[in-house]
């Protein structure tokens, strides 16, 4: 370990690490950035027939119109561009693609969380539902569920259902399944003794619900909401690839591969990154404010 | 189950059974139950619900589901009737009825089962879900080619079936394209990466607080959107598919593992330096074991990831073969037929391989708690 008289501080201890491996990541992406746009430059050079040094093909690299792989001061660059350079409105304003698939993501994490808390409270209620259905639950996950998309948007289209709903239904359907799972056995997760407790008290199974499985079940709920959320929004992103939808991060994905812009690409994966980073820091949030009522310390 | 209801689920059965054939020998009863076999079998299901509800116990289940198999041959027979297909009456939806009641309140039933012996209970824990599931299939035949529901919204499931079976040869292409040299490879190499980093990770400290961290952001992000970029990179063939699967599969492996290889307790890990053991050595001997339960875990949620990769990468170009391709092409023609024929392989290819997954992982970790009941 280098420098142990730094190490003493506890926040140079804690970042340094995760500092230095950030920076060797950047660089490794500035050489591979140069590496990879190498050829590309020189042919472009060799066509002009202009003399050129070694900086200039390097300086060429990092600034290429179309790269193979944008360095990251460019991606930087088109994010930021694309985010305070056009009303936030405008079609080739990163913001209001972001919105397009946020709202999207939301409605389907509602209704995914609402569905696989149903579905778990209607396992843990019957012993049918439990041994009939809980087997289907796992395996329709074992399914690549995000192949039926396209199938989604056919039908739903035919029914006459565009834009917003298919999206969220996609994301729902991906999001519900860690909710559903998580829930059944935090409903389940309360001790026998405090079941038994419970039933001396002769509480129905409604208090039993309210009073003790609910409560114990709310650290499982959020550790499967912050797995939901992400998958609600890679539901969503994917949902709008199939359908060649004109908006959204799916939708800029499918445009820049069609149209050969890469940096474009990167900026819809840095939208996307910060998407699913603040949607978690939310779920995190609230899960920390709900604690807190709860009398957690 | 209570018996009293279990008595009058099957009378009511009985009952819808004796409404449709009442019905049937109105005018249209020649097109309803015209060869006489139909008209047999439909009796002998009520016949069978009557002897289930006289006997109300564990034995009626038999009489229950032979008079459900019956009755739902009857239906799907006459469904061989264009007269009936698309534009069923009454009758038909009433014996449907029946052997809709009868077959949940046999599964019901059994499931309510609590039998004694283990073996019965695993027969049990198979039986239950799978008749379930037969009885969700046959209402979706049912009732798509009794409504007559237009198969480019919803095509029966024997409709797909048959699809799958006429076009096993396209069928195999894609599942050699898509899994075989895409899933696989991809997995190999994205399951392999994670494990070494995360050994290296484990072995030097400082590498591994900064990677932690790193992964967990990585494993969290919309990856499979790195799709696009793959193929630019590495083109329309299968490298780029294995190449999304290696990336998605990847960080979970390393998160896991990183965690897994730091989950062997003090006194194990005293015990080897007491044994002068070298790192290699307790690599071997007691790191990966122990972190052999996390290191399924991933392996198990990247054996899903992959398939996904994999197909959603599809999406962005492939030569003319593969699942994702064959789907978004035929959703496009509209022959959803195809589509679900291509859910289906896809979906016993992501079984089998998950099954597969799980079954190395009993044979590993036979030591964990979990498979010693």
């Known amino acids: ?297 | 189950m209570d018996p009293r209801k279990l008595r009058l689920g099957f009378l009511l059965a009985a009952g819808a059974i004796v409404i449709a054939l009442l019905l049937s020998s109105g005018p249209r009863a020649p097109s309803l139950m015209s060869p006489p076999v139909i008209w047999q079998a439909t009796a002998g299901a009520g016949l069978l619900f009557l002897c289930a509800a006289w006997l109300a116990d564990a034995r009626s289940m038999t009489f229950g589901l032979a008079g459900t198999a019956l009755a739902g041959g009857a239906t799907l027979a006459m469904l061989r009737n264009p007269a009936i297909a698309g534009s069923a009456g009454a009758g038909f939806w009433m014996l449907v009825v029946a052997a809709w009641l009868a077959s949940a309140l046999c599964v019901v039933n059994l499931a309510a089962l609590r039998p004694v012996r283990i073996d019965r209970q695993n027969i049990l824990n198979i039986l239950v879900p799978l008749l379930f599931a037969a009885a969700v299939f046959y209402l979706w035949e049912v009732g798509v080619r009794g409504f007559g529901v237009p198969p480019v919204l919803l095509p029966s499931p024997s409709a797909a079936a048959i699809k799958f079976a006429s076009s096993l040869p396209m069928l195999g292409a894609d599942f050699v394209q898509t899994f075989v040299r895409g899933v696989l490879i991809g997995y190999a190499i994205g399951c392999g990466a994670g494990l070494l980093v995360a050994i290296l990770a484990h072995r030097y400290a400082f590498l591994g607080r900064g990677l932690l961290p790193l992964g967990n952001f990585f494993s969290a992000l919309p990856l499979v959107g790195i799709a696009p970029i793959m193929v630019m990179w590495f083109g329309f063939d299968w490298p780029s598919k294995a190449a999304v699967v290696a990336l998605v599969t990847f960080f979970p492996m390393l998160v896991n593992a990183l965690t897994g290889l730091s989950a062997s307790g003090h006194i194990e890990r005293d015990l080897m330096r007491s044994y002068a053991a070298n790192h290699s050595q307790s690599l071997s001997k007691l790191y990966l074991p122990a972190a052999m339960p996390f290191i399924f875990n991933a392996l198990k949620i990247n054996a899903t990831l992959a398939l996904i990769g994999a197909i959603v990468a599809e999406f962005f170009g492939t030569p003319t073969q593969g699942i994702g391709f064959r789907i978004s092409t035929e959703a496009g023609r509209m022959a959803i037929d195809m589509v679900w024929a291509e859910i289906a392989l896809a979906a016993v290819a992501g079984m089998g391989f998950y099954g597969l997954v799980a079954l190395a992982e009993r044979a590993i970790t036979f030591w964990h708690p979990s498979y010693r009941t």
């Open chain 1, 1 to 297: 370990m280098p420098s142990g008289s730094l190490m003493r501080y506890p926040w140079v201890e804690r970042y340094a690490p995760l500092a230095t491996t950030v920076l060797v990541l950047i660089a490794i992406w500035y050489v591979a950035a140069i590496a990879m746009n190498l050829s590309l430059v020189r042919d472009a050079f060799e066509r002009e027939e202009t003399a050129y040094a070694l900086t200039d093909m390097i300086s060429g690299t990092l600034s290429a119109k179309r790269p193979l792989l944008p360095a990251p001061h460019q991606v930087a660059a088109a994010v930021y561009d694309s985010v305070f350079g056009y009303s936030p409105l405008a079609p080739r304003s990163l913001v209001y693609h972001s919105l397009v698939t946020l709202t999207a993501t939301l409605l389907g994490f509602v209704l995914g969380a609402l569905l696989g808390i149903v579905l778990a409270l209607m396992i843990v209620h019957s012993r049918v539902l439990e041994r009939s259905l809980m087997p289907w639950i796992i395996c329709s996950q074992m399914v690549p569920i995000l192949a039926l998309a396209p199938i989604f948007i056919v039908v739903l289209g035919a029914l006459g259902l565009h834009g917003l709903l298919p999206k969220s239904i996609i994301s729902a359907y991906l999001c519900f399944f860690p909710i559903a799972i998580g829930m059944v056995k935090g409903l389940t997760s309360p001790e026998p003794l405090h079941i038994e407790l419970m039933r001396t008290w002769s509480a129905t199974s409604r208090q039993m619900l309210w009073k003790l499985r609910w409560p114990s079940a709310v650290p499982y709920l959020f550790a499967s909401l912050r797995v939901a959320i992400t998958i609600s929004l890679i539901g969503a992103i994917v949902a709008e690839l199939p359908t060649g939808a004109e908006a959204g991060i799916g939708a800029r994905l499918l445009a820049g591969s069609y149209y050969g812009q890469t940096i474009q690409i990167w900026a819809a994966l840095i939208a996307s990154a910060v998407l699913a980073s603040g949607l978690i820091g939310i779920v995190g949030l609230v899960e920390r404010g709900v604690a807190r009522r709860m009398g957690a310390h």
